[in-house]
Nanobody, 125 residues
Framework: VQLQASGGGLVQAGGSLRLSCAAS????????MGWFRQAPGKEREFVVG???????NFADAVKGRFTISRDNAKNMLYLQMNSLTPEDTAVYYC????????????????????WGQGTLVTVSS
C-alpha cells in the first residue's frame, strides 16, 4: 500500500485545514485507517482512527475540533481540522493497518505497517 498525503500548509490560529490521503496498491476499504502527527522535538502521537464503517476514535487533544472521513470507493482518507492552535503544528501522517476491529492498541504507531510521507501543518499565533 502506498499513501500520499496532501493539504498541509501555514494557517493562522483559529483557522482550518483539510488534509487528504490517497491510497494505492490495494483496496484499504476494510481496514482501520487513521492519522498520526509528530511535532518538532516530540514523539509521534495518535490523532484519530477510523474503522471501515466510519466509526471513529479521537485523541482528547483534537476531539471536537477535528473530523475524519473516508471514501472507501475512492481509497481516500480525509482529516478536517478546525479551530487550529499552535500546538497542532506538526507533520501529519496518514496510516493504514491490517486490522478490522478496533481496540486500544490502534493508538500505537506500531499497529500501522503503512505510512504516508507526511504533510506539514504549521499554525501561527
Amino acid at each position: 500500500v502506498q499513501l500520499q498525503a496532501s493539504g498541509g500548509g501555514l494557517v493562522q490560529a483559529g483557522g482550518s485545514l483539510r488534509l487528504s490521503c490517497a491510497a494505492s496498491g490495494r483496496s484499504v476499504s476494510g481496514y482501520i485507517m487513521g492519522w498520526f502527527r509528530q511535532a518538532p522535538g516530540k514523539e509521534r502521537e495518535f490523532v484519530v482512527g477510523v474503522r471501515s464503517n466510519g466509526r471513529t476514535n479521537f485523541a482528547d487533544a483534537v476531539k471536537g475540533r477535528f473530523t475524519i472521513s473516508r471514501d472507501n470507493a475512492k481509497n481516500m482518507l480525509y482529516l478536517q481540522m478546525n479551530s487550529l492552535t499552535p500546538e497542532d503544528t506538526a507533520v501529519y501522517y496518514c496510516v493504514v493497518s491490517n486490522g478490522v476491529f478496533w481496540s486500544d492498541r490502534y493508538i500505537n504507531p506500531s499497529e500501522y505497517p503503512y505510512w504516508g510521507q507526511g504533510t506539514l501543518v504549521t499554525v501561527s499565533s
